[in-house]
């Protein structure tokens, strides 16, 4: 079952998950919805299991313009169509919770965002290097300093 618009979307996490979350139509061609950090897991519980939605294509993340002190987060999953989940997470202490138990095809994908921008996905034994070469030392690449580098 897919959801017949966004408003559905947002009333079933509000049912299952007593989360307020808002329709974002930032993104081209591809619905969203905003979510708290604290309740992805209950979220994709429930698309999972009442809407049977399960493919994760990709997970980004990005910090944009001026807000240099969050971590936009995305899930991006696929069920006919697209459907993004986005929260975010603050530079300084970005974390939320892996979802591998439940998708392992996560795996990946939260490897990637924890090497590149320093996310910790809590509930993993270890997030091992993906990427980077093994004596890099420099923290996340793709987080920007101070002076709006990256």
Same mark, same amino acid.
């Given at each position: 079952?897919?959801?017949?618009?966004?408003?559905?979307?947002?009333?079933?996490?509000?049912?299952?998950?007593?989360?307020?979350?808002?329709?974002?139509? +930032?993104?081209?061609?591809?619905?969203?919805?905003?979510?708290?950090?604290?309740?992805?897991?209950?979220?994709?519980?429930?698309?999972?299991?009442?809407? &049977?939605?399960?493919?994760?294509?990709?997970?980004?993340?990005?910090?944009?313009?001026?807000?240099?002190?969050?971590?936009?987060?995305?899930?991006?999953?696929?069920?006919?169509?697209?459907?993004?989940?986005?929260?975010?997470? =603050?530079?300084?202490? =970005?974390?939320?919770?892996?979802?591998?138990?439940?998708? $392992?095809?996560? &795996? %990946?994908?939260?490897?990637?965002?924890?090497?590149? %921008? +320093?996310?910790? %996905?809590?509930? $993993?034994?270890?997030?091992?290097?993906?990427?980077? =070469?093994?004596?890099?030392?420099?923290?996340? =690449? %793709?987080?920007?300093?101070?002076?709006?580098?990256?």
């Amino acid at each position: 079952m897919r959801p017949n618009n966004l408003d559905d979307l947002v009333a079933l996490i509000k049912a299952k998950t007593g989360a307020d979350s808002t329709i974002y139509t +930032g993104i081209a061609n591809e619905p969203a919805v905003r979510i708290p950090a604290g309740k992805l897991r209950e979220v994709v519980t429930a698309m999972m299991d009442d809407l &049977d939605i399960t493919h994760l294509s990709a997970i980004t993340a990005q910090q944009r313009g001026e807000e240099k002190d969050l971590i936009e987060l995305i899930y991006h999953f696929w069920q006919g169509s697209g459907i993004a989940v986005m929260m975010s997470l =603050p530079v300084k202490s =970005p974390q939320v919770d892996s979802l591998i138990d439940i998708i $392992r095809g996560a &795996d %990946f994908y939260e490897r990637e965002v924890a090497e590149m %921008f +320093g996310v910790q %996905f809590a509930g $993993r034994k270890e997030t091992p290097p993906l990427l980077l =070469p093994d004596e890099w030392d420099q923290g996340p =690449p %793709f987080i920007s300093d101070e002076e709006g580098d990256v």
